[in-house]
């Protein structure tokens, strides 16, 4: 069984789109993150939420709304999809929002804008 | 603010090497853990190690091993015997604790690539 499984793994969409990515967790955990790495391989933090509830905004851009039903599931919405959005997605959970416990990671979303 | 730096851009050895990434962080906090990930080609991230602050004995797993030392501020990697399998993308983390949330601080990562 996947404990972080993500969707769709590869995404290529033209600027100016919509878009979403979804993820899920089946390890009881109450923290969920997404990270975005960049060209250069560069792995920064976008959002965390613990327990539905948002606890870290990383100064990300408006067009990024992250949206969790409940604390196994967080998905990412990108309106207006840019050029520079191009990147690798990673969603992770760790047990707590103290991070002890460690992070979990999913296997990335490649997401391409043309 | 939190801060990880991972000097070598990219490192190249023959296979059987060994190989030491080097990692040095910085934080005002005395609780935290510090991590290493592994990204092969194939793009995901393998989770390798984490320790507290506390801990500052030196690990081995298999092939790798790691050194803590709080007086430099250092968590370095080292690979023994490195084999092509090795090749990835090496990233060392650190999260603080305490706060209303935690998060993963990452270096830039050290690329290495083990020749035949």
């Known amino acids: 069984d996947t404990a972080v499984s993500q969707t769709p793994k590869y995404l290529v969409t033209q600027m100016g789109n919509d878009k979403s990515i979804k993820c899920e967790q089946n390890?009881?955990?109450?923290?969920m993150y997404w990270y975005k790495q960049d060209s250069k391989k560069f792995l920064k933090i976008m959002f965390s939420?613990?327990?539905?509830?948002?606890?870290i905004n990383e100064t990300v851009p408006n067009r990024f709304s992250p949206k969790s039903p409940d604390k196994a599931h967080l998905n990412l919405h990108i309106n207006s999809l840019e050029l520079g959005d191009s990147a690798v997605y990673f969603c992770?959970?760790?047990?707590?929002?103290?991070?002890?416990?460690?992070?979990?990671f999913g296997s990335g979303t490649r997401l391409t804008v043309v | 603010a939190q801060k990880v730096t991972q000097a070598q851009t990219e490192i190249s050895v023959v296979e059987k090497e060994d190989v030491t990434l080097d990692c040095v962080y910085e934080?005002?906090?005395?609780?935290?853990?510090l991590f290493w990930y592994k990204q092969p080609p194939s793009g995901e991230l393998v989770f390798l190690i984490r320790?507290?602050?506390?801990?500052?004995q030196n690990e081995i797993s298999g092939r790798y091993s790691w050194n803590f030392q709080k007086s430099t501020s250092s968590f370095n990697c080292t690979i023994t015997a490195s084999q092509v399998v090795d090749s990835a993308v090496y990233f060392c983390?650190?999260?603080?604790?305490?706060?209303?949330?935690?998060?993963?601080?990452f270096g830039t990562g050290t690329r290495l690539q083990v020749t035949l």
């Open positions: 992770a959970s760790s047990q707590e929002n103290q991070g002890s416990g460690g992070y979990t």
């Open positions: 390890l009881g955990h109450d923290t």
């Open positions: 939420y613990n327990n539905k509830e948002l606890i």
């Open positions: 934080t005002r906090d005395t609780t935290y853990y």
């Open positions: 320790r507290n602050s506390f801990d500052e």
């Open positions: 983390a650190l999260s603080e604790v305490g706060g209303t949330a935690s998060k993963l601080t």
